[in-house]
């Protein structure tokens, strides 16, 4: 069965004190691993798509890798407004299997 | 851009009533989805559509039902309400099944069954 979990649940960092949240999954013929940023009461937003093995992704102060098992979502110098909660998501069938994700919050 | 519309943002109802989410969007995409999502759930995919007149079942879609007459719209529609439906609902659409920019989501709705 396809499934995608991540972890930590929770994460507080201060003000530039870098970190990596991690999403493992297991999923059979990988067709991308998505990251999404989620505002609270607001709906998931786009931040990267990985296709394979080495690939990397960056935006700002985000980067994502991939391996053969999971991905990381490593963030550098985190400023308070980087404060979201952060989905991965596999694609199976007609549909995507997202993870619970990891809530950031970042103290200034 | 509008994206994707959902109305209405947020809404009670009581055990037993029926009521209609509604989900637009302007970027002409082919795929239409609903989610719920609930804390330590993530998000659950009800029921999709892979174009105009088309709708299949998702993961979780006892209780609910879809529609997608315009290629625009996606209607989410719960026929006897239960509080086990009291969640945040999000419309998502994407060009394709595998498009590499993802789903664009709507803002959501959330649904308080009392």
């Known amino acids: 069965e396809d499934q995608v979990t991540q972890s930590p649940e929770a994460l507080r960092l201060q003000e530039g004190e870098s970190s990596s949240l991690n999403c493992s999954y297991t999923?059979?013929?990988?067709?991308?691993l998505f990251w999404y940023r989620q505002d609270p009461g607001k709906g998931p937003e786009f931040l990267f798509t990985?296709?394979?093995a080495g690939e990397e992704k960056e935006k700002e102060r985000l980067k994502a890798t991939l391996t053969k098992k999971e991905s990381f979502l490593h963030i550098t110098a985190p400023k308070p407004e980087d404060s979201a909660t952060y989905l991965c998501?596999?694609?199976?069938?007609?549909?995507?299997?997202f993870g619970t994700g990891t809530s950031l919050t970042v103290i200034p | 851009n509008a994206g994707v519309t959902q109305t209405p943002k947020f809404r009670v109802l009581k055990t037993g009533q029926s009521m209609t989410l509604l989900c637009a969007q302007d970027?002409?995409?082919?795929?239409m989805y609903w989610y719920r999502q609930d804390p330590g759930m993530g998000l659950r995919l009800i029921h999709y559509?892979?174009?105009?007149?088309?709708?299949a079942k998702g993961e979780v879609p006892d209780g609910y039902n879809v529609s997608r007459l315009k290629k625009q719209n996606f209607l989410l529609g719960l026929e006897s309400a239960a509080p086990s439906q009291t969640s945040v609902y999000f419309c998502?659409?994407?060009?394709?099944?595998?498009?590499?920019?993802?789903?664009?989501f709507g803002s959501g709705t959330r649904l308080t069954v009392v």
């Open positions: 970027m002409n995409h082919e795929y």
């Open positions: 559509s892979v174009g105009e007149g088309t709708t």
């Open positions: 998502a659409s994407s060009y394709y099944r595998d498009s590499p920019h993802g789903y664009t």
């Open positions: 998501a596999v694609p199976g069938g007609n549909q995507f299997y």
């Open positions: 999923v059979s013929g990988l067709r991308g």
């Open positions: 990985l296709y394979s």
